[in-house]
């Protein structure tokens, strides 16, 4: 339990500056549990070697409004430089680790600031290991090891899956949470003519993804910046096909989420949603066993997402925003080996240098790999594709 306390406090690596009594309140902590000494030390030296390493800083993010889970939210300041974030005080420590620990819902700052740190910390070690696509892999057959390739095919067997291969290709694209690119660099290349911009809330994500589109001659059809997906810096009706490839489950408000996905669509253009999603809910049935919640909170934790939606509930807001043709389907079966695979390929020298280089937000992360297999495997979480077209005016 003081290792967790420790653990969870180490947000103060956001900051990367250790305060003497950041120690003391760790070993307070400690103390308060019962642990031994020895536990003490180690919890202390485990804080100290994730306050030694940098960050980068993460620019200013834009707030939501207040609303509930399909149109939810806490209002959130706006933020920029160095995270302002204390964890010197006793009570401040404890409030965090107590959340962590019992998987309390983050507010909607802390989701923000958390992703942005997230994935500064992590996207290098997953482009070390498995490259410039950071989603799942289309595994048919589902004994193929080929995982980078599949991860490929899965973008074009989405994009043909959703009929953006019939007709007349798409001409502007946007990539709603880009990762480092991969996607919307592989839309251009696929389709002659095409750009594409992307966003993410991670300045080292849309860094990179800029750096790789030089690096393979595309920079002046692929451009990626840091933006929020929920208030986009685009025009109204601008893009013939919108791209969000598994980033909806990170949107606290999923109706703004639809609603801004509808705006920046041209009439006639198509939006393509591609996310994690829990289970439908059976008839009658008002929610979620205890036990779902309680998988899915953990999950939330490590990975800074706030709570969950069906693919029903992404359909009903479509419906609301007056999409037509409207599509569905569940792929959790195509991608579920790509679990495996990535916890697989952890098991390695290389990849566990990494891991600890990267800090304990990716530490965490990779652990709840294991609680996202659980959550496939029982049904709960589903891998939903939905499709549909913005009317034409």
Sequence with gaps: LALALASSSSSIARNRHLH????????????MVGSPPSIRKLSCTFLLLLAGEKTPTVSSFASPERSSILSSGRATPVRTGRSDTSLFGVRTAVRRARDS????ERTDKDLKDGIAFFYDRSSKLWEDVWGEHMHHGYYVPEDRTDHVQAQIDLIDEVLKWAGADDGEPPKKV???????GGSSRHIVGK??????????LSPYQANRGNELAKEQGLSDRASFQVADALNMPFEDSTFDLVWSLESGEHMPDKSKFVRELMRVAAPGGRLIVVTWCHRDLEAGEPCLSEKEEKLLAKINRAYYLPRWCSVDDYVKLLEKEGAVGI??????????????????????????????????STIRGAYAMLLMLKGFNSGLIKFGLITCTKKEE
């Design 101 to 104: 620990i019992l998987s309390r």
């Design 191 to 200: 389709y002659e003519g095409s750009t594409a911009q992307g966003i993410t």
């Design 20 to 31: 003497p009594s950041g120690i003391r309140n760790v070993k307070a902590m400690a103390r």
């Design 327 to 360: 599509k569905r389907e569940d792929w959790s079966y195509i991608i579920a080996p790509f679990w495996k695979a990535v916890i697989k390929s952890s098991l390695n020298l290389k990849s566990v240098v990494g891991l600890l280089k990267s800090g304990f």
């Design 174 to 180: 946007v990539d709603v949470g880009c990762g480092i």
